[in-house]
Protein backbone atom coordinates (compact mmCIF):
# COMPACT_ATOMS: atom_id res chain seq x y z
CA UNK A 1 0.00 0.00 0.00
CA UNK A 2 1.75 3.57 -0.91
CA UNK A 3 0.51 6.46 1.23
CA UNK A 4 1.87 9.77 0.48
CA UNK A 5 2.03 12.48 2.80
CA UNK A 6 2.40 16.08 1.71
CA UNK A 7 3.19 19.32 3.60
CA UNK A 8 5.15 22.63 3.64
CA UNK A 9 2.23 25.10 1.83
CA UNK A 10 1.20 28.05 3.11
CA UNK A 11 0.40 31.55 2.48
CA UNK A 12 3.33 33.56 1.06
CA UNK A 13 3.98 36.56 -0.90
CA UNK A 14 4.91 37.29 -4.45
CA UNK A 15 8.68 36.83 -4.54
CA UNK A 16 8.60 34.51 -1.63
CA UNK A 17 9.93 30.79 -1.80
CA UNK A 18 8.58 27.66 -0.04
CA UNK A 19 9.86 24.18 -0.21
CA UNK A 20 7.08 21.15 -0.27
CA UNK A 21 8.18 17.84 0.77
CA UNK A 22 6.01 14.71 0.76
CA UNK A 23 6.74 11.67 2.67
CA UNK A 24 6.25 8.50 1.24
CA UNK A 25 5.30 5.21 2.61
CA UNK A 26 5.08 1.31 0.62
CA UNK A 27 7.84 -0.81 -0.39
CA UNK A 28 8.54 0.97 -4.31
CA UNK A 29 9.34 4.44 -3.53
CA UNK A 30 13.39 4.00 -4.68
CA UNK A 31 12.33 2.94 -8.07
CA UNK A 32 9.25 4.60 -8.93
CA UNK A 33 8.86 8.19 -10.70
CA UNK A 34 7.80 10.90 -8.47
CA UNK A 35 5.73 14.15 -9.21
CA UNK A 36 4.74 17.26 -8.18
CA UNK A 37 1.13 18.14 -9.47
CA UNK A 38 -1.03 20.87 -9.01
CA UNK A 39 -4.81 22.19 -9.39
CA UNK A 40 -6.55 25.77 -9.36
CA UNK A 41 -9.96 26.20 -9.03
CA UNK A 42 -12.10 25.44 -11.62
CA UNK A 43 -9.02 23.87 -13.24
CA UNK A 44 -7.69 20.29 -14.10
CA UNK A 45 -5.02 18.59 -12.19
CA UNK A 46 -1.60 18.70 -14.14
CA UNK A 47 2.25 17.86 -13.72
CA UNK A 48 4.14 20.64 -12.72
CA UNK A 49 7.81 18.74 -12.46
CA UNK A 50 8.96 14.86 -12.09
CA UNK A 51 11.73 13.31 -11.39
CA UNK A 52 13.39 9.70 -12.40
CA UNK A 53 13.40 6.63 -9.83
CA UNK A 54 17.41 7.27 -10.29
CA UNK A 55 16.76 11.04 -9.47
CA UNK A 56 19.12 11.64 -12.71
CA UNK A 57 15.85 12.93 -14.94
CA UNK A 58 13.38 15.77 -14.34
CA UNK A 59 11.04 17.30 -15.54
CA UNK A 60 9.44 20.98 -15.32
CA UNK A 61 6.68 22.46 -17.21
CA UNK A 62 7.46 25.48 -18.82
CA UNK A 63 5.98 28.11 -16.36
CA UNK A 64 8.03 27.16 -13.54
CA UNK A 65 11.22 26.05 -15.26
CA UNK A 66 14.22 28.14 -13.34
CA UNK A 67 11.81 28.67 -10.02
CA UNK A 68 10.88 25.21 -8.91
CA UNK A 69 13.50 22.56 -8.43
CA UNK A 70 12.14 18.99 -7.47
CA UNK A 71 14.70 16.60 -5.81
CA UNK A 72 14.70 13.11 -3.84
CA UNK A 73 16.13 11.01 -0.99
CA UNK A 74 15.71 7.46 -1.79
CA UNK A 75 17.35 6.93 1.72
CA UNK A 76 14.01 8.85 3.69
CA UNK A 77 11.15 8.12 1.26
CA UNK A 78 10.77 11.62 0.45
CA UNK A 79 10.73 14.19 -2.34
CA UNK A 80 10.68 18.03 -2.38
CA UNK A 81 9.82 20.72 -4.48
CA UNK A 82 11.35 23.90 -4.11
CA UNK A 83 9.93 26.92 -5.38
CA UNK A 84 11.41 30.20 -5.76
CA UNK A 85 9.77 33.52 -6.95
CA UNK A 86 6.69 32.60 -6.57
CA UNK A 87 3.76 33.99 -7.98
CA UNK A 88 0.19 34.59 -7.55
CA UNK A 89 -0.42 32.21 -10.37
CA UNK A 90 1.24 29.55 -8.58
CA UNK A 91 -1.39 29.65 -6.39
CA UNK A 92 -3.04 25.88 -6.21
CA UNK A 93 -3.50 22.86 -4.45
CA UNK A 94 -0.34 20.40 -4.92
CA UNK A 95 -0.17 17.01 -4.93
CA UNK A 96 2.20 15.08 -4.52
CA UNK A 97 2.28 12.03 -7.13
CA UNK A 98 3.87 8.10 -7.32
CA UNK A 99 3.81 6.71 -10.84
CA UNK A 100 2.59 2.92 -10.50
CA UNK A 101 5.14 2.02 -13.10
CA UNK A 102 8.41 1.16 -11.71
CA UNK A 103 11.94 2.06 -12.80
CA UNK A 104 11.85 3.12 -16.41
CA UNK A 105 13.98 5.49 -18.22
CA UNK A 106 13.60 8.96 -18.16
CA UNK A 107 10.81 11.10 -16.70
CA UNK A 108 8.09 12.59 -18.95
CA UNK A 109 3.90 13.31 -17.81
CA UNK A 110 2.86 10.06 -19.71
CA UNK A 111 4.65 8.24 -16.70
CA UNK A 112 1.88 9.59 -14.01
CA UNK A 113 -0.81 7.12 -15.86
CA UNK A 114 -3.59 6.68 -12.79
CA UNK A 115 -0.40 7.78 -10.03
CA UNK A 116 -1.26 7.45 -6.26
CA UNK A 117 -1.63 10.62 -4.91
CA UNK A 118 -1.42 12.32 -1.49
CA UNK A 119 -3.94 14.40 -0.09
CA UNK A 120 -2.83 18.04 -1.00
CA UNK A 121 -1.61 21.07 0.25
CA UNK A 122 -2.70 24.43 -0.37
CA UNK A 123 0.04 26.87 -1.56
CA UNK A 124 -1.73 30.40 -2.08
CA UNK A 125 0.77 33.49 -3.00
CA UNK A 126 -0.59 36.93 -2.71
CA UNK A 127 -0.04 39.84 -5.08
Known amino acids: QVQLVEFGGGLVQAGDSLRLSCAAS????????MGWFRQAPGKERDLVAG????????YYVESVKGRFTISRDNGKNMVFLQMNSLKPEDTAVYYC????????????????????WGQGTQVTVSS
Open 97 to 116: AQARATRGIGISPSIFTNPY
Open 51 to 58: IAWTGDST
Open 26 to 33: GRFFSTSP
